[in-house]
């Protein structure tokens, strides 16, 4: 005769073996999933660009074309209410820091330090970000510094824009 001690015991035995190779699947499941990268959590970040009140972020692109140096471009339009005077835009990835390669009106028109910007304008900041070299298909996270002055020989302000962006090749 099999004591309820033992019923017990096997009872709880059996319970534990059924739920442990259930739990056992579902871990390699998902193992399995984040090996292939359905679960990487960089791709389920939306593409966006928020920036300071200073400026407004209209458009961004991210590039990095194989053997080409890559480069990010964002338009901003001038968010302070009256016309700034630019003095230059600096862009962050990684902890690696470069000067704007290019900003211009749209139209082609180089802005250069000192050049007025006024409110309803709006410009495309440019930098080469050689640290996005193999970042093709995956999601960036950068920042766009852009230094002004309130008048022409006003103090030197700062404005920024993050951008997340997935990289194009």
């Known amino acids: 005769m099999i004591h309820s001690a033992e019923r017990k015991g096997q009872a709880a035995m059996e319970f534990l073996m059924t739920y442990g190779w259930a739990m056992m699947v579902i871990l390699v499941m998902i193992g399995a999933l984040a090996y292939f990268g359905v679960l990487n959590p960089t791709l389920l970040v939306p593409d966006r660009c928020i920036s300071s009140s200073d400026f407004s972020c209209i458009d ?15 338009v901003l ?5 009256r016309t700034i005077y630019f003095e230059q835009v600096t862009c962050e990835h990684n902890g690696q820091s470069v000067p704007g390669s290019a900003v211009d009106r749209g139209s082609g028109t180089i802005i ?10 709006e410009i495309i900041a440019s ?10 298909g995956q999601k960036a996270r950068l920042t766009v510094l852009v230094a002004y002055r309130r008048s022409a020989e006003g103090f030197i ?6 951008v997340t962006s997935g990289v194009k090749g």
């Open 60 to 74: 961004y692109e991210v590039l990095a074309p194989a053997e080409k140096v890559p480069v990010v471009s964002v």
């Open 77 to 81: 339009g001038n968010g302070v209410g």
């Open 112 to 121: 250069a330090v000192g050049d007025a910007w006024s409110p309803r304008e």
């Open 127 to 136: 930098c080469d970000m050689p640290s996005l070299a193999g970042f093709a």
């Open 157 to 162: 302000h700062e404005g920024t824009a993050d």
